[in-house]
């Protein structure tokens, strides 16, 4: 990323040193913000003859190559598991229906197994109750029954090779981007519909991997299967009412939230901002009017080859220097989806992830293998734990009580041309105007 944007940038690809070159927003030809308002209608599809008259949608040189990444992860976590696993795959395929078993197994069988009807109730009654909900509010809602199947086909698919990924890295790969392509041919000018079908299908995978760590850490601990599956299904059901009513509380409760325009506002909301930004580029205008033969950003599908052929190339040079055992540890869908998160992450997220990861994990481990043995995981745990106490105890003791934290810390970084375009002629409110 440090290598592609300042050349996507400064060589002005797609114009864009007309825009800033980190930015989640869209914009125009003329490097102002894209006036969404105007192309869509009332029901919430695209108005195509207002679409023409506004012009093409453009993104900043980051937020453009972040989907490129995607693509690109995609293609390589699928190569990647059928060439350094494929075997495996099929041999742990085998040997399960062989009913050969390990310590840990053998211990578990002590406790009754979950049920296989019990996984297939859950699976039925969810999917017929998404298909009901989307056919009876499909006003609201936009997405038509066979998206549900569709989506949910996606997360099957994707489960056992991004499973491996992340057992393998803890790293996962995301489906988002695929899920949002997918639907936006298939089903162009409806954003609710796409934002629907990208939970069903990403989201579901990725519940998945979850609900399968659990497992595997429960299997480990010899918990019984059947209390951590009524855990998780509990949890789950807790959950999604807190989570609802909590959002429901803030959107009704703090002014301002979600404005990025607002001076006064700490509740910028930087991760549901892309989130809608994705749902106007993947669901209302749609893929094939931006990155298909009618869009700007049609080379950028290039990166799905290029994801492709990255790990044919490890595997190649791994087959040709067996004895070089490093080279079998490049993992190529972790190192090109690495950088997935940006937007909403910015590069002070990725500087403290690389401190902490590189003080953790290779001076620690290589100068104190003990302290690395005993503490490592468990510091990772408490480094999560405590922002997320952190962030309840600033915002009951500071925030509801109108306290700011102001200091060079929170303020942006001093440069004028970090959030504006650097085009001659590009006039934008708050930005010097290059001549």
Known sequence: MYVLAPLFYWLNFYKARAFPIFSSSLFAA???????????????TLDLSAYEKEGSLYLSAIFAI????????????IVHVL?????????QSRASFKQKTDIHTRLMMKYKQVPDWWFWLILIVNIAATMFACQYYNYQLQ?????VLLACSIAIFFTLPIGIITAITNQAPGLNIITEYIIGYLYPGYPVANMCFKVYG?????????????FKLGHYMKIPPRT?????????????????????????????????TSSSSQWTCPGDTVFYDASVIWGLIGPRRIFGN?????AINWFFLGGAIAPVLVWLAHKAWPNQEWIGLINMPVL???????????????TTWIIVGFLSGFVVYRYRPELWRRYNYVLSGALDAGLAFMGVLMYLCLELEGVGLDWWGNRLDGCPLATCPTTKGVVIEGCPVLT
């Not at 997935?340 to 002070?348: D, H, I, N």
């Open 83 to 91: 060439l350094f696993h494929g075997r495996e795959i099929w041999e």
């Open 336 to 350: 090109i989806g690495g950088i997935g998160s940006l937007p909403p992450a910015t590069a002070v997220n990725f």
């Open 228 to 260: 951590m599956f009524m855990a998780q299904v509990v949890g789950t059901l807790i959950a999604g009412f807190v989570y609802l009513g909590t959002a429901w509380w803030l959107m009704e409760t703090i002014p301002d939230i979600c404005e990025t």
């Open 30 to 44: 003329s490097g102002k913000k894209y006036n969404i308002s105007e192309i869509i209608t009332s029901d919430f």
């Open 143 to 147: 997405l038509p029954w066979w998206g």
């Open 294 to 298: 009618l869009g700007t950003y049609e």
């Open 202 to 214: 990403y989201i579901s995978m990725s519940q998945a991997i979850t609900f399968l760590q659990d």
């Open 66 to 77: 972040t989907y490129g990444v995607g693509f690109a992860s995609l293609t390589a976590t």
